[in-house]
T-cell receptor
Framework: DGGITQSPKYLFRKEGQNVTLSCEQN?????MYWYRQDPGQGLRLIYY???????QKGDIAEGYSVSREKKESFPLTVTSAQKNPTAFYLC?????????????FGPGTRLTVL | GQQLNQSPQSMFIQEGEDVSMNCTSS?????WLWYKQEPGEGPVLLIA???AGELTSNGRLTAQFGITRKDSFLNISASIPSDVGIYFC????????????WGAGTKLIIKP
């Protein structure tokens, strides 16, 4: 059963701690994305990756870091430099083709920094 | 830069009513995507449109790619309680095959 998994669903951390959010996909997609969503707002792109060992900053990359060591995995680290980390984080993946632009999403991780 | 404007921001409707929402831009898009997000979940793709004038249905949902390529519409017929959620439109950023620009969403609420 193909899809995207994110873990954990809920995460609580103390201020000043780094935290890593997991994202795994078995759709054989080349491209993966991380978005942030705040209450009542749309999706804002944090980072994206088109191939292994390569990634690009999105609109709000400051205070975040990523890695892409495997095609299936794209973990996001929320660092202590992120001023307002409490949010809903969504991971997505897509085919790497100019013909189709559909992105498929995981269930999300809600991060609360206390 | 490119922007997508969704309206209305929210809708309160009675069960059984038809719903209409739209997404507009000052820029031309070659693709329009419509997603639905339920509370606490990731967005789910409903309909993808790739051709100006295209009209595509998915059950009670129908979406249209505007002929000017600057807008798209989503209609839901005979709404039911499970239609509640936030509906987002999205389209590819110019000169990027992989990045999407997103509307702010239309929140659908069904009156009890």
């Amino acid at each position: 059963d193909g899809g995207i998994t994110q873990s954990p669903k809920y995460l609580f951390r103390k201020e000043g701690q780094n935290v890593t959010l997991s994202c795994e996909q078995n759709l054989n997609h080349d491209a993966m994305y991380w978005y942030r969503q705040d209450p009542g707002q749309g999706l804002r792109l944090i980072y994206y990756s088109q191939i292994v060992n390569d990634f690009q900053k999105g609109d709000i990359a400051e205070g975040y870091s990523v890695s892409r060591e495997k095609k299936e995995s794209f973990p996001l680290t929320v660092t202590s430099a992120q001023k307002n980390p409490t949010a809903f984080y969504l991971c997505a993946s897509s085919m790497l083709t100019s013909a189709f632009h559909e992105q498929f999403f995981g269930p999300g991780t809600r991060l609360t920094v206390l | 830069g490119q922007q997508l404007n969704q309206s209305p921001q929210s809708m309160f409707i009675q069960e059984g009513e038809d719903v209409s929402m739209n997404c507009t831009s000052s820029s031309i898009f070659n693709t329009w995507l419509w997603y639905k997000q339920e509370p606490g979940e990731g967005p789910v793709l409903l309909i993808a449109l790739y051709k100006a004038g295209e009209l595509t249905s998915n059950g009670r949902l129908t979406a249209q790619f505007g002929i000017t390529r600057k807008d798209s519409f989503l209609n839901i017929s005979a709404s039911i309680p499970s239609d509640v959620g936030i509906y987002f439109c999205a389209g590819p950023i110019m000169d990027s095959n992989y990045q999407l620009i997103w509307g702010a969403g239309t929140k659908l609420i069904i009156k009890p």
